[in-house]
């Protein structure tokens, strides 16, 4: 709901605030004072086109500001902050700035927001009827939504039934899509799988392979010179028993030991380093003993070392294709296994899709043509409702139908595309409503029709401009009375001339003019009981001191109040 609305700069307003309540407020004044600009200062807000001309002149841009309390978990809510805005107690603020030159910015919330956003944001938000900007319920789809919503809970348990075998219909008709015109590159993927995961499995491969077979190759390439290093340090550490000079580690580590054996018992120091001496023994005897073991174990194997390079070459080559390791290897294989047995599992999975897809366009069938039943029932309802409400809004003649054509394609909603059309009088066509109407009778074609949706077709707040063009009397109280209970429901505000509809207001708001002789500015302000008679007054007889025009004010006010209970 608009709690306040700013108007800056804009065409004969140089500053005016609009403080709005629930219910119904009206806006009157005299003819050029601005009323018209009060409109033009909404549709600003709510993404209207920008127009450099309606900037004051002297000024050098046009600024509207609102602040609407907006629900927490609402659309509105949602789509705020994924704009990165953010409201503030349930208070969203919008602006939107016109300049002289042109240019148009809008922010959302305290963050710069393109203007495109403030319309999508305004069909959930209000509905401005206006004489040259009737906006939300000329859409097609706005008005098959309407329409269902009017048609009641029959219908939106059948289309809830109906999105959800749509919206599985698509789904499969999207995967058969990609498995039949996809069909030759997954045989490709498939050969190209296959070949990979036989050409691994003939190899055999082990984890770790790779690495045992560098290190067994590299000793059998250099087998001689392992088997060279490790017999001379054997000799070194045991002695050569072909040489006739014993010298080596374990004769000259045996002469030190018998040196320290005969006096160790004397100083502590020395028997540690004695028994440091017999364990450096033992060390080097084992280790010549590992020594001479290997040396005979080593033994240049030039078929071993074939062997061992030509399967080097194997895991080289599938590496160099499937992974940098052999454990890589063995992963991609698995997973291509995985992927493989998907491809192949495709035309059993055709089968069921088509099978599957078969079964909900049957179940979509169905169940359309029983949307189409409900809303041929609910049309002709809401048509006898409108045409009886315009009846009530000088427009006797006036007919209003809804045209449902059903087609032979699928869409979110069924397979109706419906039309509300307008026959003025009985000789006319039907049309649709923007091309059947002149813009007073459009407004109060759009009046009953809101009326008539009420609740079917919710919005947080209603603009009329001019409803009334055209019309006084009993139809002007007739209109009226009908915003008045349309306010039941949502906020509504009317720009008018007529008193027998400001009647009806729950609040009233006056522009007035003053002229310096040279510059006129306007401003609005909220009027109370006295300024309300006196405003009806001027509105009625044009003189707003007339003891006449106050008394039939007086009964206009207290006829209103009585017909609002």
Known sequence: MLEEVRIQGLGVIDDA??????????????????????????????????????????ASRAVVEGRLTVDADSRVAQRVEEAGGELDDGVLIISRSVSAEGRSRATLGGRSAPVSLLAYLADDLVAVHGQSDQQRLLRPERQRAALDRYAGDELQATLGAYTAAYRRHRE???????????????????????????????????????????????????????????????????????????????????????????????????????????????VISDAATELASYA???DADPARLAAVQERRAVLAQLTRKYGDTVEDVLAWAEDAAKRLGELEGDDERIEELTAEEARLRERMTELAERLTGIRTAAAERFGAAVTEELTALAMPHARVTVRIRTGEEFGPHGRDEVELLLAPHPSAPPLPLHKGASGGELSRVMLAIEVVFAGA???????????????????????????????????????????????????????????????????????????????????????EDSELGRAHAEELLTLAAADRG
Request: charged share 25%; hydrophobic share 45%; proline share 3%.
């Open 17 to 58: 605030v609009l403080e709005l309540s629930p219910g119904f407020t009206v806006v009157t004044g005299e003819t050029g004072a601005g009323k018209t600009m009060v409109v033009t200062g909404l549709g600003l807000l709510f993404g209207g086109r920008a127009d450099p001309q309606r900037v004051r002149p002297g």
């Open 172 to 282: 499969v008709e999207a995967e058969l899509a990609e498995l039949t015109t996809r069909a030759r590159e997954r045989a490709q993927e498939a050969d190209l799988l296959r070949f990979g995961v036989e050409e691994i499995a003939a190899a055999e491969l082990r984890p770790g392979e790779d690495a045992e077979l560098l290190a067994e190759e590299t000793r059998l390439a250099h087998a001689d010179a392992l088997r060279l290093a490790a017999t001379t340090a054997h000799e070194a550490l045991v002695g050569d028993p072909a040489s006739d000079v014993e010298v080596d580690v374990t004769a000259l580590l045996a002469g030190a030991r018998q040196a320290l054996a005969g006096v160790r018992q004397h100083d502590e120091a020395l028997a540690a380093l004695a028994d440091r001496l017999d364990e450096v023994s033992y």
């Open 457 to 543: 077709d919710p919005v947080p707040t209603f603009v009329f401009d001019e409803v009334d063009a055209g019309v006084g009397g009993k139809a002007a109280v007739e209109i009226g009375r009908r915003l008045a209970r349309l306010a039941h429901n949502a906020q509504v505000i009317v720009v008018t001339h007529l008193p027998q509809v400001a009647a009806f207001a729950d609040a009233h708001l006056v522009v007035e003019k003053s002229n310096d002789g040279m510059v006129t500015e306007s401003g609005v302000t909220r009027l109370d009981r006295a300024g309300r008679v006196r405003e009806l007054s001027r509105m009625l007889a044009g003189m």
């Open 296 to 298: 005979e174990s080593v």
